[in-house]
């Protein structure tokens, strides 16, 4: 690449190129460095002939990786007078997907959410109609996290469906994973500053469960687990639990990545008018039997937070809640799934709480349940 940047001077989309490279390299310093003289005054240096788009649509690639929202302005303004075109590399060699993917990365880079959202659902539309399958993959990985961004009622199962078949596809052509890929950074600190990243951690991770040693059918079954409770919430863990053990449960309950899908699917279900004002974190501590080496192992603990209207919740002790429940991780997901009536649990002595007496009363109502 460096090369042809040093055989063709006067052709900015070699530079562009090089820059683009050394992003999906992850080597922060270098792209920056490449970039750099390409954005000097509103990209003036990018000259407009037949590779243009395809510089233009490079350096969205980069600037979305270094995140400079200066530079993301200028490049937005320059791209918009292409929007609904689609970036071809001449002559026949690919594409860099639609105009409004690279829009809606820069949207999102200058925190402007909804234009973001805007463009990326136009770019999942675009490259489903050129049948253009790789960028059909990103765009659905893009407007997924956008949706989880968003929040809104189903905004969660419809991200979890695209990310299940944009996961699916990446394997079956043999790309790279989106999340691999430099633009994970930018969706990533968009969360961490929308206090989200948890949640939006929960359902973009997909990785291993620490299970490798174990049989074929057991070993994926956390993630079938995730899945579930990705696409239908908690309404799907009657399903997972019924008639099943203490023992069962905590088996197929007891990774983390599969409690922070639950825990993540429970936050999502807030009914903020049954808070009735209550703003604070609930502390819960889950508890499990001995292994069967016939040790009991450390709880788990877990913290959810109501600010407003949104509920969070992320692994980790709650720094004084307002309420701690302790419980057992079995009896946990048989509350969660309306299967154990929380109120008896806790006169049975299953369930122990300390706090506020009050808020505890109403957990189960807060995030949609019923204490019936």
């Known amino acids: 690449m460096k090369g042809f940047e040093d055989e063709y001077p006067s052709l900015p989309v070699w530079r ?26 509103g990209f003036l240096a990018v000259s407009h002939d037949a590779f243009a788009m395809n510089a233009l649509a490079s350096l969205s690639l980069v600037c979305t990786y270094i995140q400079d929202a200066k530079a993301a302005a200028d490049l937005y303004a320059v791209l918009a007078a292409f929007d609904g075109r ?13 105009v409004s993917f690279h829009l809606g990365l820069l949207s999102a880079v200058r925190r402007r959410l909804p234009d973001a959202f805007r463009h990326l659902e136009d770019a999942l539309e675009h ?15 893009a407007f997924a996290v956008a949706l989880l961004l968003r929040r809104d009622a189903g905004d969660v199962e419809h991200a979890s469906s695209l990310l299940d078949e944009a996961r699916a596809s990446a394997q079956e052509m043999g790309l790279r994973s989106p999340l691999d890929r430099p ?31 174990e049989d074929s059918a057991r070993s994926q079954q956390p993630g ?19 008639d099943a053990t203490d023992a069962e449960i905590e088996e197929r309950f007891q990774s983390r990545p599969v409690q922070r899908a639950l825990f993540t699917a429970a936050a999502m279900t807030f009914v903020p008018e049954k808070a009735y004002g209550f703003q604070g974190t609930i502390g819960y501590e889950l508890t499990s039997g001995p292994d069967p080496s016939g040790c009991v192992p450390e709880p788990d603990r877990w913290t959810v937070t109501i600010v407003g209207d949104k509920a969070t919740a992320r692994r980790g002790k709650a720094s004084a809640p307002a309420v701690s429940v302790r419980i057992g991780l079995a009896d946990f997901v048989r509350v969660a799934a309306g299967m154990l009536n929380p109120v008896k649990a806790m006169l049975a002595g ?11 009363g109403r957990l189960v109502e807060m995030f949609g349940g019923t204490t019936e």
């Open 183 to 213: 633009l994970s950074r930018l969706f990533f600190a968009v969360a961490d500053e929308r206090g989200i990243l948890e949640e939006v951690e929960a359902v973009l991770l997909d990785g291993s469960d620490g299970r490798g040693g």
């Open 224 to 242: 079938k687990i995730k899945s579930a409770l990705r696409r239908r919430g908690l309404k799907q863990l009657s399903k997972m639990v019924a």
């Open 16 to 41: 562009a190129a090089l820059a683009h490279h050394f992003s999906e390299a992850d080597r922060f310093e270098q792209a920056r460095k490449a970039f750099g003289p390409l954005a000097a005054d």
């Open 350 to 360: 299953r369930i122990e709480v300390e706090g506020d007496v009050a808020v505890a």
């Open 86 to 98: 689609y970036v071809w590399i001449p002559p026949a060699l690919g594409s860099l997907g639609p």
């Open 127 to 141: 490259s489903a109609r050129m049948r253009d399958r790789p960028w059909y993959v990103m765009s659905q990985f």
